[in-house]
């Protein structure tokens, strides 16, 4: 068929052509929904459509070139993605493993549409300071570590941070002292205890006491007298010098007394070991002895003297004494005491027969005005035995004799 249209006729018709397609694919456009409500399917996505999808001619490489990394072929397989969203644009990239990015090389090599990738675990966030896409396995601490050995990785690490600190150490006890030390024989800030007089302590200071154990009026049996018994020792806690003095004066004469010079020494606690002289001076004349003897607190608070003597031509004596404190207050205190003297050879002069002697007890109530000084009054009874009681017999005497004393107790 032949064409009739002239030339002006066939630009016009080819013009109002071109409008009115253009005018169709206007319309088209209008009654599609906007790309922001639109989902971008990346599982249809047809990539060699997108300008990438036939691979580059291969070149030749040389040996010093690197492999091509993983993450940037996936950054450079994503670059032709034009329609994505801003606000997906804007969101930062989820961090890239090396088998992600290794995956996504390949779909854009093939050229072939990218399967559904299968459901992961949900990946720990990064941790602060992090960079994306890293392979921590290649640095030889990539593999978590087991539960096991998470408490020994936090003990260690106390004990690594140390490895690099040397310990500083004290110096050992010991050695000389400092030059400001105090002196060690020095007390209350250089008072020496020299200074404070017989305050020391220590087992060897002097000291010494005087008792007067009875001063005493005795009256009984139709006479009356006085007793007197005191004792005297100077020394320190092992060794003193000890004497002793026990009298008895009737009807205005010295009947008998006894003398004792001691040396007094400690052998085990509240025990003492006594050796010295004895002298016997009254009715009869004098006598002298060698004595020995123990003294000390017995058990339950006893009070005791034990003591033998011995005379050329007079054979042994011996002496026992015990006495008791029993305390109603702490000043109000009675003492009852016990004595005997034995004999082994009878002494007509001294009228005392051989074996047991005399016995005589006492019984003293007490009261401490001061610890030195106390008031007492008491009962006194003895009996006498064998050749004495018949020595006194013969004198016109009575062997048995009670007495009423009243006195005074002093120390100091």
């Known amino acids: 068929m032949k064409n009739t249209l002239s030339k002006p006729a066939r630009c016009a018709l080819a013009l109002a052509y071109l409008l009115a397609a253009h005018a169709a694919a206007q319309t088209a456009a209008s009654s599609q929904p906007p790309q922001s409500t639109r989902s971008h399917d990346m599982s249809t996505m047809d990539h060699s459509k997108m300008g990438h ?18 993450a940037e072929s996936n950054a450079a397989g994503h670059a032709g993605h034009a329609d994505t969203p801003d606000a997906a644009q804007k969101a930062p990239p989820a961090p890239a493993t090396e088998h992600q990015g290794h995956a996504t090389g390949h779909t854009g090599h093939t050229g072939h549409a990218a399967k559904p990738a299968a459901p992961t675990k949900p990946q720990a966030q990064p941790t602060p300071g992090a960079m994306p896409g890293m392979d921590h396995s290649a640095m030889g601490h990539g593999a978590a570590p087991a539960a096991g050995s998470a408490g020994h990785e936090r003990a260690v690490k106390p004990q690594a941070a140390m490895a690099g600190h040397a310990m500083q150490m004290g110096p050992m006890q010991g050695g000389d002292p400092p030059p400001d030390a105090r002196d060690p024989n020095a007390y209350n800030e250089g008072t020496r205890h020299a200074t404070f007089g017989n305050h ?23 006479e009356h007298g006085q007793n007197l018994e005191a004792e005297v020792w100077y020394g320190n806690d092992y060794n003193k010098a000890w004497l002793k003095f026990e009298g008895e004066r009737r009807g205005g004469s010295l009947e008998s007394s006894r003398t004792e010079l001691l040396w007094d020494r400690a ?3 509240f025990w003492s070991t006594q050796l010295g002289v004895r002298h016997d001076s009254g009715e009869g004349g004098g006598r002298n002895w060698l004595a020995v003897g123990v003294q000390g607190l017995a058990p339950y608070w006893f009070e005791t003297e034990a003591a033998a003597y011995w005379r050329p031509g007079s054979g042994l004596a011996a002496r026992l004494n015990v006495k008791y404190e029993i305390l109603f207050t702490p000043r109000l205190i009675l003492e009852p005491e016990l004595g005997a003297n034995l004999y082994s050879r009878a002494d007509p002069e001294r009228a005392t027969g051989e074996g047991l002697s005399d016995i005589n007890m006492g019984l003293r109530l007490r009261y401490e005005i001061t610890r030195k000084f106390a008031p007492y009054i008491g009962v006194t009874w003895s009996r006498q035995f064998g050749g004495t009681a018949d020595y006194t017999r013969q004198r016109g005497g009575d062997r048995s004799e009670v007495q009423a004393v009243a006195g005074v107790r002093l120390w100091f």
């Open 53 to 70: 999808g036939t691979p580059a001619p291969a070149s030749k490489k040389s040996p010093q070139q690197a492999p091509p990394n993983p």
């Open 200 to 222: 020391e302590m220590n087992d060897n200071a002097p000291f010494g006491k005087v008792l007067l154990d009875k001063l005493e009026a005795a009256r009984g049996d139709g």
């Open 267 to 269: 052998f085990a606690p």
